[in-house]
């Protein structure tokens, strides 16, 4: 009886099999190893030559250049608001205005207990010399406390730091005037001097506390109209942290930071706002309390990053290193930039480790096919791949060929058919590839996978 002939495949099928099985040839003959199959744990390939470049990753935020939070000097109302959210204004342009006659009423006071203490100092006895100087140091220390609890309510660190170094100022100047009344008024009851005197140092002492009390509540007054520190764009309140970060707070603000602000680079700033869920806009005719924030400027002319490089890795980082930027908020853009400095002194990590920040200038982003990415908003979150070190024409094996070997670096080398264990010394160590600056050379051929599973002398095909 006649055999019957195999079933035939269909024409368009018999080409698509014999590539398949000439692939399947191809890559046998090139990286089995030990069994002369695929499924071999082992794999060899030929050292070359290649660019290899190492590349640290880094979270970062991006930053603005500056920020500054307005806050109320003294409680009062928002008499006037002279521009708009989003609207971007000049340094020294005026924002708003703030109406508070408790601030008037105190520099009103201020003004009289100067004009008093100018025209004091006559018909003073020799017998109340004593008691007078009491009086007045009594009236000096209420005064100058008075004048320290006044001026830490105000928000602005910079008017805030001036108007106590006012108050310490006038008590050295009140205190050295007090010691020169006290040697008049000893001169006087021993007889070496006269009353004039006396008077004199003590109307001066008098005169001193008054002067720096007018000053202090002429500067809160001053305060009330509300100027832009920096140039930059505005937007209503204070600044604000929804959950604990890393980074500092602004300039002057004990505990928390705020998202996207590079604590190095303030001109001012203030106090947070009220919790998520509360807008804290201060509308025009609103009631405002000291340290109330009014309105935030903030510089967005040119944005940076603040990233967190590992310990392990800081050390090659430098200035002027160039890095490429993932965005979490713009999917499949790529952002240029450049490290500007590296902090010496650590932070600790949210995972628990010690890092160190790398301030770096953000540059423009691409999208596919060279089109433009959005503009960032400071606070982002993103990713810096740092090219710490490159070699462009390296002897490069696979990162999977390199193992450790009695504390050295090593790869497995065919000589002869079979595997010797070769000590290296690696170079540029990238993602991928690494380089090997001794040990082998191009051409080579070494084992790359399956490393743990070869002894030295065995034999490989």
């Not at 602000?261 to 804290?280: C, K, L, N, R």
């Not at 806009?281 to 309390?289: E, M």
């Not at 000589?415 to 540029?428: K, L, Q, S, W």
Request: proline share 6%.
């Amino acid at each position: 009886m006649a055999r019957p002939d195999p079933p035939r495949l269909p024409a368009a099928t018999r080409p698509r099999l014999v590539t398949a099985l000439l692939a399947v040839v191809v890559l046998t003959g090139t990286t089995a190893a030990s069994c002369g199959d695929d499924n071999s744990p082992i794999a060899v390939a030929q050292v070359g030559r290649s660019p290899v470049a190492e590349v640290i990753d880094a979270p970062a935020t991006v930053t603005a250049r500056a920020a500054a939070t307005l806050t109320a000097p003294a409680d009062g109302t928002l008499a006037s608001l002279r521009v708009q959210p989003g609207q971007r204004v000049r340094r020294g342009q005026v924002l708003a205005v703030i109406d508070s006659p408790s601030a008037q009423d105190r520099l009103r006071q201020a003004r009289a207990a100067l004009r008093a203490a100018k025209q004091a100092g006559r018909g003073v006895g020799v017998g109340d010399l004593g008691g007078s100087r009491r009086g007045t140091d009594r009236a000096a220390a209420e005064a100058f406390d008075a004048a320290r609890r006044a001026a830490g309510k105000i928000g602005d660190p910079q008017l805030r730091s001036a108007l106590l170094l006012q108050v310490e100022s006038a008590q050295r100047q009140y205190e050295s005037a007090a010691r020169a009344a006290d040697r008049a008024v000893a001169a006087v009851q021993r007889g070496m001097a006269g009353l004039n005197s006396a008077v004199g140092a003590l109307s001066t002492a008098q005169r001193l506390q008054a002067q720096q009390a007018y000053d202090l509540a002429k500067a809160t007054v001053d305060a009330l109209t509300l100027r832009a520190p920096i140039a930059g764009v505005v937007q209503p309140g204070g600044t604000r942290t929804a959950a604990p970060t890393d980074l500092t707070g602004l300039l002057g603000a004990a505990g928390g930071g705020a998202a996207g602000i590079d604590p190095s680079a303030f001109g001012s700033a203030g106090q947070g706002g009220p919790p998520a869920g509360v807008d804290d806009a201060v509308p025009a005719g609103g009631r405002v309390t000291a340290g109330t924030p009014v309105l935030t400027i903030v510089d967005t002319g040119q944005l940076g990053l603040l990233a967190e490089v590992d310990e392990t890795d800081v050390l090659l980082v430098r200035a002027g290193l160039t890095a490429a930027v993932e965005l979490d908020a713009v999917t499949g853009a790529t952002y240029d930039a450049t490290v500007r400095s590296v902090d010496v002194l650590p932070t600790s990590s949210a995972r628990g480790g010690v890092t160190y920040r790398v301030r770096l200038g953000l540059g423009v982003g691409r999208l596919g096919e060279g089109e433009s990415a959005p503009t960032p908003r400071p606070g982002m979150n993103a990713v810096v791949h740092l090219r710490v070190r490159e070699a462009a024409d390296a002897v490069a094996v696979p990162a999977s060929a390199v193992f450790s070997a009695d504390g050295r670096d090593a790869v497995w080398v065919l000589r002869d058919g079979r595997a010797d264990r070769v000590p290296v010394t690696v170079g540029v160590q990238g993602p991928d590839l690494v380089q090997i600056v001794r040990g082998v050379q191009a051409g080579d051929r070494i084992v790359v996978r399956g490393t743990d599973q070869v002894r030295d002398g065995q034999e490989l095909k």
